[in-house]
T-cell receptor, first 112, second 117 residues
Framework: EDKVVQSPLSLVVHEGDTVTLNCSYE??????LLWYKQEKKAPTFLFMLTSSGIEKKSGRLSSILDKKELFSILNITATQTGDSAIYLC????????????FGQGTRLTINP | NAGVTQTPKFRILKIGQSMTLQCTQDMNHNYMYWYRQDPGMGLKLIYY???????DKGEVPNGYNVSRSTTEDFPLRLELAAPSQTSVYFCASSYGGVRGRAKNIQYFGAGTRLSVL
């Protein structure tokens, strides 16, 4: 059975700190790994990492994929209160329909 | 840009009642999905569809039914609601084509918060 595990489940830091969120996975025939940010409502897409793109960066956010060790990290530097959210990691495996298996999420709280 | 639209936003049901959660997308996406999210948990796939007339079960389909008569709409039906179905329900869609992996990102609706009492 495909499995995605995120850690920590909850994290509280001060504005300006740097945080690292972890995602490990066990899936058959990995295709891609996605990070989403969920504030009050719908998850919004951050990054997609595949075999051909194992590092992504957008502003203060960056992510890497280690296909050998089966994990990914999401880094946020110079955190702001607007970064407070649940961060979800999801993995797509072979099997069609681009189905995703999600981790439990990491609830990140940035205090001013 | 409407994207994925879900209705209603909130609903309270009594045990044994039935209801339909509506989902429509205007992005001409082939693939559509229904997830549920319980407190402190990630999203779990209930049902999905790869095109009009084609649906299949996900990880947690029991107690639910779906249909896909058009590309745009993918309603989720709850029959005989139970307290275990109290959750937040998300609908999502993706391109589902062969024009590169980057186009196959799932886009989510704002969710329906359902309580069964």
């Amino acid at each position: 059975e495909d499995k995605v595990v995120q850690s920590p489940l909850s994290l509280v830091v001060h504005e300006g700190d740097t945080v690292t969120l972890n995602c490990s996975y066990e899936v058959t025939n990995f295709r891609s790994l996605l990070w989403y940010k969920q504030e009050k409502k719908a998850p919004t897409f951050l990054f997609m990492l595949t075999s051909s793109g194992i590092e992504k960066k957008s502003g203060r956010l960056s992510s890497i994929l280690d296909k050998k060790e089966l994990f990914s990290i999401l880094n946020i530097t110079a955190t702001q209160t607007g970064d407070s959210a649940i961060y979800l990691c999801a993995v797509e495996s072979e099997g069609g329909a681009q189905k995703l298996v999600f981790g439990q999420g990491t609830r990140l709280t940035i205090n001013p | 840009n409407a994207g994925v639209t879900q209705t209603p936003k909130f609903r309270i049901l009594k045990i044994g009642q039935s209801m339909t959660l509506q989902c429509t997308q205007d992005m001409n996406h082939n693939y559509m999905y229904w997830y549920r999210q319980d407190p402190g948990m990630g999203l779990k796939l209930i049902y999905y569809s790869v095109g009009a007339g084609i649906t299949d079960k996900g990880e947690v389909p029991n107690g639910y039914n779906v249909s896909r008569s058009t590309t745009e709409d993918f309603p989720l039906r709850l029959e005989l609601a139970a307290p275990s179905q109290t959750s937040v329900y998300f609908c999502a869609s993706s391109y589902g084509g062969v024009r590169g992996r980057a186009k196959n990102i799932q886009y989510f609706g704002a969710g329906t918060r359902l309580s069964v009492l």
